[in-house]
């Protein structure tokens, strides 16, 4: 069972105000300081006191201490009020509500109830978790005249909506995004299962690998987890306010209208990030991208090296499908690996095709060339110190590409000779 719920595509933790939820008698606390907790259309369930978290001291406390004066604080209105005096104002809410408070049940915050582990977190509100999660950042982000003010660019950041499909790399990179931008929504998409290997670079627990002995039928059964759900998961164990449109089938044909165009109140794209293994999905999805004007960033962690491609289709949609390429040339190396399936030559023909051959040296060459020993049979071996890194500029050139910058088509970073090179 997901600790999160499903509401069509869209995926978050059963959340309810604190006052409401005492109130309507769905958040209940016994003598002992125990949670019966009642969620809509469901069984009450018993949290002990391990199991209960509260955040809303360490929010308040902490924009307490960080928060600037009113003087250099971000103005949130015409009117002229400053975050600062805001925050002046909740924190005379908290401290009423913590004077008329007897008991564990706090009439301030929000739960959030992550059943698959049985935890009831509290939280500050939506707003003063987003501003704690992101102040630190200052305005080290803005828009390339400066004039936009800070209030203007967590706008732009909130309202747009990242879509990563292919959770290795994406995985890294979504959590990076969604650590510079807070966004409100974003969505992803990957089949396939999350396994050991990955941990080389990908961070996962245990129990985002493998669910519990008791959600496995028979001791063959392996339990393995989808890795769309499990990014859902750990995003929403940070931001419990994030909606997260989980595409756990990955993305077919079928699903594109709903993925960029958004149906069901679920909205549309406005970045893609293309992290997927599977060549004509990769073609789908630029396709795809293109026909709308969306920008395409995709980082390709190459040995060593970081390589990303930036695909500008939101400012000219007549760019080929990559870069230093044709579209048919593309298309017919795509067709090649599906009717030369296993050929490494092929396949590489493909990767050459896509990236450039620029990834063609030191140890990634000659384990291309089959001259190194190699452990495993996965064909582009991968570290996670330069995934790692790749998500980093992915998210800082997301975060740009919202603000107004220009960019370069492709982008080489070397972290082995820290050498750069800029293709514009």
């Not at 500008?312 to 009717?339: E, F, I, K, N």
Request: aromatic share 8%; net charge negative.
């Amino acid at each position: 069972m997901s600790d999160i719920q499903y509401q069509g595509e869209r995926m978050t933790p059963f959340l309810i105000e604190a006052k409401d939820a005492h109130e309507r008698g769905i958040v209940r606390y016994d003598e002992q300081g125990d949670v019966h907790i009642t969620p809509p259309a469901k069984e009450t369930r018993v949290v002990p006191l391990s199991s209960q978290f509260d955040l809303t001291q360490a929010t308040i406390f902490g924009l307490n201490e960080r928060l600037t004066s009113a003087a250099t604080s971000p103005v949130m209105d015409e009117s002229g009020t400053t975050l600062r005096e805001l925050f002046e104002a909740e924190w005379e809410i908290y401290s009423v509500a913590l004077e008329n408070t007897e008991g564990p049940a706090f009439d301030y915050g929000w739960y959030a109830w992550y059943e698959r582990q049985g935890h009831l977190v509290r939280y500050a509100p939506a707003f003063w978790h987003r501003v704690v999660s992101v102040a630190s950042a200052s305005t080290l982000l803005l828009d390339p005249e400066k004039r936009l003010r800070w209030q203007d660019v967590r706008k732009i950041y909130e309202e747009t909506v990242i879509g990563v499909v292919g959770c290795s790399v994406g995985n890294a990179i979504v959590h990076a995004s969604v650590m510079d931008m807070r966004p409100r929504s974003v969505k992803v998409a990957d089949k396939s299962l999350y396994k050991m290997e990955n941990i080389n670079r990908v961070r996962l627990r245990y129990d985002d690998i493998v669910s519990s002995q008791e959600g496995r039928e028979d001791i063959m059964s392996m339990g393995l987890r989808k890795k769309a759900t499990v990014v859902a998961d750990q995003l929403a164990s940070i931001d419990p306010f994030l909606e997260i449109y989980v595409y756990e089938d990955g993305i077919q044909q079928e699903h594109v209208p709903a993925f960029f165009d958004g149906v069901r109140g679920e909205p549309a794209l406005d970045i893609l990030v293309e992290e997927v293994d599977e060549p004509r999905i990769k073609l789908l999805l630029r396709e795809e991208a293109r026909v709308r004007g969306i920008p395409v960033v995709m980082a390709s962690d190459l040995g060593s090296m970081v390589q990303l491609d930036i695909l500008r289709y939101d400012l000219d949609r007549t760019l080929p499908l990559t870069y230093g390429s044709t579209d048919d040339a593309l298309r017919a190396s795509v067709d090649a690996v599906y009717d030369h399936p296993g050929d490494r030559d092929v396949f590489f023909s493909f990767v050459d095709t896509l990236v450039g051959g620029a990834y063609r040296q030191d140890e990634l060459e000659r384990i291309v060339n089959l001259d190194a020993e190699i452990p495993t049979a996965t064909i582009i071996p991968q570290l996670g110190s330069t995934a790692t890194a790749g998500a980093g500029l992915v998210a800082e050139t997301i975060a740009r590409i919202r603000l107004g910058y220009p960019t370069p088509a492709r982008v080489r970073f070397n972290k082995k000779m820290f050498t750069l090179e800029r293709i514009v």
